[in-house]
C-alpha cells in the first residue's frame, strides 16, 4: 500500500493548541481492540470497506506504523482520540491488541487531536473536512461546535472585539492551510445546515458548491430533481438558475416584499441591522400613511 507523505499540519500547530504535540509521539503502550471504544469527537462518520480491507492488508504485512491515540476511561475502557480506521482495520486483520499513546486529554484537546490528525488524511469528504475544521476553531477558541460558527461570524463583523481571537484563529487557520478561517465560515460551514438529502449527496460525492445551491429549495421533490440535474453534469450557475430563475421584468418593491417575508432571510440579520430595518420600515409605513 501506497502511503502519502504525512502532512506538517501536527507539527505546526503544536504548541498553539493542546493535543496535536501527541499526534507525532511513539506509542508507550499496547492494549486489548476490546478495551477500545470510538471517540466521541470523530469528524469522520464513514469508513469506506474498499479501503479498510486494504489498510487491514497493509497491517498484516507491516503491522500499524503509527500508534492510536487514546484517553483512559472508566472500568478499564479508552476512547480512541485519533485512529478509529486503524483500530477498525486491526480488527479485520485479526489483531488482539494495538499500539497506543496514551494521554490524559481534556475534551478540548481531545476534540483537536482528532480534528487534526482526519485533516492530515487525503480522502476526507467536504462534511468531514468541515467537522473537522470547525472542531480545530472549537478548540482554539473553548468553545463547543455548535457555539463555534456564531462566534466566527460575530468575529468577522467585528474583529476589534477581541483581536487575540482572530490572531489565534489566524495563526491556526494559516497552520492548516487551504483557506483563511474568514474565507471558511462564509463559504462552506454552511455545509452543515444542509437537509440530509443533500448532505448524503455531499458524501456520495456531489461538489459542495452546488450542495449549497440545491440546499435553498424548500421542497424534498424539488431538491431531488435538482440532485438528479447536479449528477448529470448541471453547472453551479444552471443549478442557480433552476433554483431562482431571473426575471427580467421584476418589480423591484416585489422583490423587497418577498425578501422581508422570508424568515430565513431576517433571521441572519445581526441585531445592528434588524434594527435598522426596523426603522426603514417605520420610515416607509409612515410615508404609506401621508405623514
Known amino acids: 500500500m501506497t502511503r502519502r507523505p504525512r502532512p506538517a499540519i501536527g507539527a505546526r500547530l503544536s504548541g498553539l493548541v493542546e493535543g ?12 486489548p481492540l476490546e478495551a477500545l471504544q470510538p471517540g466521541q469527537f470523530q469528524p469522520r462518520v464513514q469508513f469506506a470497506s474498499e479501503g479498510l480491507e486494504a489498510l487491514a492488508a497493509s497491517i498484516r504485512e507491516q503491522g500499524i506504523l503509527q500508534p492510536l491515540l487514546v484517553r483512559p476511561l472508566s472500568g478499564s475502557r479508552y476512547e480512541i482520540v485519533a485512529g478509529e480506521r486503524r483500530w477498525r482495520a486491526a480488527q479485520i486483520a485479526g489483531l488482539a491488541e494495538v499500539p497506543v499513546l496514551l494521554r490524559d486529554l481534556s475534551d478540548e ?21 468541515v467537522r473537522a475544521r470547525l472542531g480545530v476553531a472549537a478548540a482554539t477558541l473553548g468553545l463547543t461546535p455548535d457555539e463555534v460558527v456564531p462566534r466566527l461570524f460575530a468575529l468577522d463583523r467585528r474583529p476589534e472585539d477581541n483581536p487575540g481571537a482572530v490572531e489565534r484563529l489566524d495563526t491556526v487557520f494559516g497552520a492548516l492551510g487551504r483557506e483563511s478561517w474568514r474565507s471558511f465560515v462564509k463559504n462552506r460551514a454552511a455545509l452543515l445546515s444542509l437537509p440530509e438529502d443533500v448532505q448524503a449527496a455531499v458524501e456520495g460525492g456531489l461538489d459542495y458548491r452546488k450542495a449549497l445551491v440545491i440546499g435553498r429549495a424548500e421542497d424534498p421533490t424539488r431538491r431531488a430533481e435538482l440532485l438528479d ?11 442557480r438558475e433552476q433554483v431562482a430563475p431571473r426575471r427580467v421584468d421584476a418589480d ?8 422581508l417575508s422570508d424568515r430565513r432571510t431576517l433571521t441572519a440579520l445581526d441585531p445592528a441591522r434588524r434594527r435598522k430595518l426596523d426603522r426603514l420600515l417605520g420610515q416607509i409605513e409612515a410615508l404609506l400613511d401621508g405623514n
Request: hydrophobic share 50%; glycine share 4%; no cysteine.
Open 20 to 31: 496535536v504535540e501527541a499526534l507525532s509521539q511513539p506509542a508507550t503502550t499496547t492494549l
Open 109 to 129: 484537546g481531545a476534540r483537536l487531536a482528532a480534528a487534526v490528525e482526519n485533516l492530515q488524511r487525503e480522502n476526507l469528504n467536504p462534511l468531514e473536512e
Open 229 to 239: 440535474a447536479a449528477a448529470a453534469g448541471a453547472t453551479v450557475q444552471a443549478l
Open 252 to 259: 423591484p418593491a416585489r422583490t423587497v416584499a418577498r425578501r
